[in-house]
């Protein structure tokens, strides 16, 4: 795999001077957390190992995912021992409904529905589809921790949801499961150690220095996270013959913490870190919304219509609150890497399974030709400027 530079922009949102600076604001639109129930995890995948195991789904059993995936959805069900069975998804990532049906057979237990980008799937049709068949239904909310659709809160149509607070809020970890369907009772979670919770503070406050948003803040702090190597050498030797459960591990955190897409186990019952929790919930969610709907919209403007590539959902419905920009590719074997080499940031999922790729052609092209921009809350207007305008000039050399 090729090797490229650190982003010049921040991939994912950052603490900043603003991030809890604001009295915290609710939005007009709700989130997965109005749709049921809620346990908080580390990650969304994890969300989905509890899903499995609730359900009772392991050897034997089979789950549909769609072909378009990143393997953060597939490794849990690998882990479980059931089977993944992909469908296809169209051109606009729309689920393909009769090919839904042409891949359900008596050992599927469970549909699993992303809405892709923060953009909401066929809800209601999918929830008939289940009920009609006799499976449960999981939303994959990662991309949609806001959101509605026929003016019910995304999340609430499954019998389950996952959703993955890390990608739209400044935090080491975090994940959700929610219910309204079943009792989520079963899921008996401890906290994590102590170094887990210490780097839970320690690496939102280091990411924000790197990328310079703490201001007059940053300097008083910048001695302290100089000695975060001490402290982390002191914490190994301090867990040393201890049980605090997974830091027995090789990291402090789990690997969806750290751009990892596999699935750790010994993470399987850990809560979401008391860090990450506060920031979750002392964010100004009206601030958050806002400019990530403003950013998207801004991306649309400037490359609708611009000579090789394509916004792939250039318009943004009321009630959507978008967790990035993706954007199309027409020669990406060329682009893509230039565009990385100067400093750009760019996610695309390229790592499709053999059978997903054959099996969607559609998803084989979108694995490397479609890219994913940050559009989140913390981005500055020359950061969002700056990467329109390396596009733009990469496109049109």
């Not at 789950?63 to 953060?72: E, G, Q």
């Not at 980008?117 to 066929?122: A, I, L, R, T, Y």
């Not at 209601?124 to 019910?152: N, V």
């Not at 979750?280 to 609708?304: D, G, I, N």
Request: a neutral charge.
């Amino acid at each position: 795999m090729e090797s490229y530079p650190k982003p010049l922009v921040p991939t994912s949102p950052i603490l900043s001077s603003g991030t809890l600076g604001l009295r915290r604001e609710r939005t007009d639109i709700p989130s997965v957390l109005d749709a049921g129930v809620a346990r908080f995890l580390t990650s969304g995948r994890v969300g989905i190992a509890w899903t499995l195991r609730l359900l009772g789904i392991g050897p034997g059993h089979k789950v549909l995912i769609p072909s378009y995936n990143c393997s953060s959805m597939v490794a849990p069900v690998q882990w479980c021992g059931a089977e993944p069975v992909y469908y296809r998804v169209s051109e606009r990532l729309d689920i393909d409904l009769d090919d839904l049906e042409r891949q359900l057979e008596p050992a599927v237990r469970l549909l699993m529905v992303t809405h892709y980008f923060g953009f909401p799937q066929q809800c209601e049709a999918l929830r008939a589809f289940c009920d009609r068949k006799g499976i449960a239904l999981l939303e994959d909310c990662a991309h949609a921790f806001f959101g509605t659709y026929a003016g019910r809160p995304l999340g609430s149509f499954g019998d389950f949801a996952i959703a993955s607070p890390m990608k739209f809020f400044p935090t080491l970890d975090g994940g959700c499961l929610v219910s309204a369907r079943h009792s989520l009772d079963g899921v008996q979670l401890r906290m994590g150690g102590r170094a887990f919770q210490i780097k839970s503070l320690l690496t939102p406050l280091e990411t924000a220095l790197e990328y310079g948003r703490l201001g007059t803040f940053g300097s008083i702090l910048r001695p302290i996270m100089q000695a975060k190597d001490s402290l982390w050498r002191t914490l190994k030797t301090l867990r040393h013959g201890t049980a605090e459960g997974p830091e027995r591990g090789s990291s402090f955190a789990p690997s969806s913490s750290e751009g990892g897409f596999g699935f750790d186990p010994m993470w399987f019952d850990t809560a979401m870190s008391g860090g990450s929790r506060y920031v979750m919930f002392h964010t100004s969610w009206a601030r958050l919304v806002k400019r990530r709907r403003r950013h998207y919209q801004r991306f649309a403007e400037a490359l609708t219509g611009l000579s090789g590539c394509r916004p792939l959902l250039p318009d943004l419905p009321d009630g959507v609150v978008p967790y990035v920009f993706p954007l199309l590719l027409a020669d990406h074997e060329q682009s893509f890497p230039v565009l990385k080499q100067r400093g750009v940031p760019m996610l695309r999922w390229d790592s499709l399974s053999t059978e997903a790729a054959a099996h969607c052609p559609q998803s084989a092209l979108y694995a490397h030709a479609l890219v994913q921009l940050p559009c989140h809350q913390e981005l500055l207007d020359d950061e969002l400027e700056w990467m329109i305008a390396e596009i733009r000039r990469t496109l049109t050399t």
